[in-house]
């Protein structure tokens, strides 16, 4: 028996006839007779006819296919052009202008010796839907002066068309010159770029100031008057104070300067404080034991003029010459109580000049507010207040003519109405109630009694000004009221209600003068 050939020794061939079927077997050749089985038109359809089998579309349009032309279906469009069509040629909408000049345009023309037949209305380019179109172009320049000189207009009879710009220009359309308006408030910081105390310092402070009220306004002598006057005013060390502080007579040279030497002339005091490194440094404020501004006394509605608080401080070194060794000096003014272990300006009812950074601090234990340039060894920075009456704001004198709306009534006003009944008197302990008013009807007060006073108007706060000095010189100032930001805090005992005392804040190796007295001074004051 003959051995049949091994079907898979043809495999690997048909393999590559074709992707593998579904099942796993290799797609088959096809013979001739399938070939030609599979080349055959179908049942029904000879070779080269046009294909009739059962799948055929019906013959005519489709169902939905309806003929522009024949079309009558209810969403036709009305008949003739759309409503927009031909506006530009043939506008009567209800939006035309009246015939006519404007309602005005009479009595102007009349008062200007000219003519209403002269008046040709012509439409703004920009809202007219005409002269979008081109149906009305723009009045040329000629056109336009000549019309303007027949109206009685004036006419520009150079080439500057400015002075025409000028007379249709409204009042709405000028801008403002800047250059008058005061600065913008200055922002504020997070924190200074220098230097910052601990949050530990800060939440100590704020947690005495709770427990701590401010002090009203204290009941002086006439010594402590005259001494505030004359500017012997004694500076107080505090315990957070590492260094020295003295009375140092102040020692004038020629060139306005000076130095400090022996002795005492009550208004000069010289403090020295230890490096920030030293064991038990932390901030210092130095506190005069009089205020400067004493609201009972200086206060302008009761002295019935302003009054101007100042003092000066004479850098003579800050810091060690060690970058790492911070230092700073504050100048400025607080009421009392204020911690003594916070720099002037951080906390509340004060506000100083800093020299690390130089800005400004009211109220304010963050970063402050840009005010000025850092100070430097050897300047001498003084510092101002003052407070005076609020500009009154001026009233329209009224008219005195007859034709005036403000002119004294032909009739007299008619009597007030009578006041409203008073309440029973109270009870006495033990009748009704513990201070409880009677429930029986209130007896009618009499209409000759007299009508109680009407409260008193809240007093206007006082105009604050604060201002800043360089060696003598007059420099930068801002108003305490005016220049607030939404997030500053209240300047209550700065407004002139509370005293205000001399305030000088250390930090680091420091050494200055302090100058209250007025001869001491190197600003001539003005």
């Known amino acids: 028996m003959a051995e049949q050939p091994d079907a898979s020794a043809q495999e690997p061939s048909r393999l590559s006839a074709g992707p593998r079927?579904?099942?796993?077997?290799?797609?088959?050749?096809?013979?001739?007779?399938?070939?030609?089985?599979?080349?055959?038109?179908?049942?029904?359809?000879a070779s080269g006819d046009t294909f009739q089998g059962p799948y055929l579309p019906p013959p005519g349009t489709p169902p939905g296919h309806i003929s522009a032309e024949t079309?009558?279906?209810?969403?036709?469009?009305?008949?003739?052009?759309?409503?927009?069509?031909?506006?530009?040629?043939?506008?009567?909408?209800?939006y035309l202008p009246p015939p006519g000049p404007p309602p005005g345009y009479a009595a102007t023309a009349a008062a200007a010796g000219a003519s209403t037949e002269a008046y040709h209305y012509t439409p703004s380019p920009m809202h007219s839907p005409l002269a979008r179109a081109g149906a009305n172009p723009p009045v040329p320049e000629a056109d336009l002066k000549a019309r303007l000189a027949s109206a009685g207009g004036a006419s520009n009879?150079?080439?500057?068309?400015?002075?025409?710009?000028?007379?249709?220009n409204n009042?709405?359309?000028?801008?403002?010159?800047?250059?008058?308006?005061?600065?913008?408030?200055?922002?504020?910081?997070?924190?200074?770029?220098?230097?910052?105390?601990?949050?530990?310092?800060?939440?100590?402070?704020?947690?005495?100031?709770?427990?701590?009220?401010l002090f009203p306004p204290a009941t002086l002598t006439g010594p402590e008057l005259e001494r505030i006057a004359l500017g012997q005013i004694q500076?107080?060390?505090?315990?957070?104070?590492?260094?020295?502080?003295?009375?140092?007579?102040?020692?004038?040279?020629?060139?306005?300067?000076?130095?400090?030497?022996?002795?005492?002339?009550?208004g000069a005091w010289r403090a020295q404080s230890s490096s920030s490194s030293a064991a038990g440094a932390r901030d210092a404020c130095l506190i005069g034991d009089l205020p400067l501004y004493a609201a009972g006394y200086h206060s302008p509605p009761a002295a019935s003029?302003?009054?101007?608080?100042?003092?000066?401080?004479?850098?003579?070194?800050?810091?060690?010459?060690?970058?790492?060794?911070?230092?700073?000096?504050?100048?400025?003014?607080?009421?009392?109580?204020?911690?003594s272990w916070r720099m002037p300006g951080w906390e509340r009812a004060s506000l100083a000049i800093h020299s690390?950074?130089?800005?400004?601090?009211?109220?304010?234990?963050?970063?402050?507010?840009?005010?000025?340039?850092?100070?430097?060894?050897?300047?001498?920075?003084g510092l101002g207040m003052t407070f005076a009456l609020p500009t009154p704001t001026p009233t329209p004198t009224p008219s005195r003519g007859p034709a005036s709306s403000l002119s004294r009534p032909s009739s007299p006003l008619p009597p007030p109405p009578p006041p409203p009944p008073a309440y029973s008197p109270l009870l006495t302990p033990g009748s009704a109630g513990?201070?409880?008013?009677?429930?029986?009807?209130?007896?009618?007060?009499s209409r000759s009694a007299a009508p109680a006073p009407a409260p008193a108007p809240a007093p206007a706060p006082l105009a604050v000004e604060i201002f800043l000095t360089r060696n003598g010189v007059r420099a930068e100032s801002w108003s305490l009221l005016e220049q607030l930001d939404v997030e500053d805090r209240a300047v209550d005992g700065l407004d002139g209600s509370l005293d205000l005392y001399p305030a000088v804040g250390v930090f680091g190796a420091v050494d200055c003068v302090v100058l209250l007295a007025s001869a001491e001074w190197r600003w001539a004051g003005g």
Not at 160 to 166: E, G, K, Q
Not at 187 to 199: E, R
Not at 356 to 375: A, E, L
Request: glycine share 12%; proline share 13%.
């Open 21 to 45: 079927l579904y099942n796993g077997d290799p797609p088959r050749p096809l013979n001739q007779q399938q070939q030609q089985q599979y080349l055959r038109p179908p049942p029904g359809r």
């Open 71 to 94: 079309f009558q279906g209810p969403y036709l469009p009305p008949p003739g052009p759309p409503p927009a069509h031909g506006l530009e040629s043939s506008f009567q909408g209800p």
């Open 434 to 445: 513990r201070g409880a008013r009677s429930r029986s009807a209130p007896a009618p007060a």
């Open 305 to 339: 003029f302003p009054r101007q608080i100042y003092f000066e401080v004479r850098i003579l070194r800050l810091g060690d010459g060690d970058r790492d060794d911070p230092s700073s000096l504050a100048i400025g003014f607080c009421a009392q109580p204020y911690p």
């Open 356 to 381: 690390d950074d130089g800005r400004r601090y009211v109220n304010d234990d963050r970063g402050g507010k840009d005010f000025t340039r850092p100070f430097r060894a050897g300047e001498t920075i």
């Open 157 to 168: 009879t150079n080439n500057d068309t400015n002075s025409n710009t000028n007379n249709t």
């Open 235 to 266: 500076l107080r060390k505090p315990r957070s104070f590492v260094g020295h502080l003295s009375a140092v007579r102040v020692v004038h040279g020629a060139g306005g300067g000076g130095g400090s030497g022996s002795g005492s002339s009550g």
């Open 171 to 213: 009042d709405w359309m000028t801008v403002e010159d800047t250059a008058i308006l005061p600065p913008p408030p200055s922002l504020g910081y997070d924190t200074s770029p220098t230097s910052n105390a601990s949050a530990r310092d800060s939440q100590e402070a704020q947690l005495w100031c709770r427990r701590h009220a």
